[in-house]
């Protein structure tokens, strides 16, 4: 591999030689393969680091580039996106799965969320929380895309962003059941997608047309 060339899945370190790739996790779940599978990996090839993610996930940090393939064989997981331009993750609380708060099925809605829509390509990468209480334990309100379990129903947002110019989401619907979750995370991607500028970020593209405007496109 020449030295121009990005390994897969890779983000280049500090130190302009090392790399970091982060497994795929969808909501923040590990079985028992990918748990024996990552210890393998990190005692086989030396990772100096191995840090928990904001976004419910595991980096591998201090990748020799030319161990990144036999690492991934290793892992036997798919790659997590962490730079490219598309649906990143989608994080999720236990919801009603184990938590004595929860009042929807955060985590199902979360895993259907996530087989449908993570790498689907867009203006900009997308980051999506859904939470199975108002608690909003899976920072939903500042996610680009966020969902949040009440009594009668979930609350879909959009626009929110936690970096250094933060945005609280707007609502968009409220009290819809997951198969319209669905639909309605479906129309808010496309509609961003076909009206977003290159690398605008939802939260500043809310904040250039107008939460109105996009409400009238969706729903």
């Avoid at 892992?75 to 598309?86: F, H, I, P």
């Avoid at 996530?114 to 199975?132: D, F, H, I, N, W």
């Avoid at 945005?167 to 669905?182: C, F, G, N, S």
């Avoid at 991607?189 to 939460?211: M, P, Q, S, T, W």
Wanted: proline share 5%; hydrophobic share 40%; with cysteine.
């Amino acid at each position: 591999m020449s030295k121009s060339e990005t390994p897969r899945g890779a983000i280049l370190q500090r130190d302009g030689e090392t790399w970091a790739i982060v497994p795929r996790t969808p909501v923040g779940i590990i079985t028992p393969q990918v748990l024996d599978a990552l210890n393998t990996v990190v005692g086989k090839y030396s990772i100096p680091i191995v840090k928990i993610t904001s976004g419910q996930r595991i980096a591998l940090v201090g990748v020799k580039a030319e161990e990144v393939e036999s690492i991934w064989k290793d892992l036997g997981t798919m790659a997590g996106q962490a730079v490219e331009l598309c649906v990143h993750f989608v994080q999720a609380c236990p919801g009603t799965s184990v938590c004595k708060f929860g009042v929807q099925d955060s985590l199902g809605l979360g895993l259907e969320l996530e087989k449908l829509y993570v790498g689907m390509e867009l203006p900009a990468k997308v980051k999506m929380g859904v939470s199975g209480c108002p608690l909003c334990c899976a920072s939903s309100l500042v996610r680009d895309l966020g969902v949040i379990g009440k009594k009668s129903g979930f609350t879909v947002s959009f626009g929110g962003h936690p970096g250094g110019k933060p945005r609280i989401a707007d609502v968009v619907a409220e009290d819809l059941d997951a198969p319209q979750v669905v639909a309605l995370v479906k129309k808010l991607l496309e509609h961003y997608r076909d009206n977003a500028k290159k690398k605008e970020r939802c939260a500043r593209f809310v904040e250039r047309v107008g939460i109105e405007a996009i409400k009238a496109a969706v729903l």
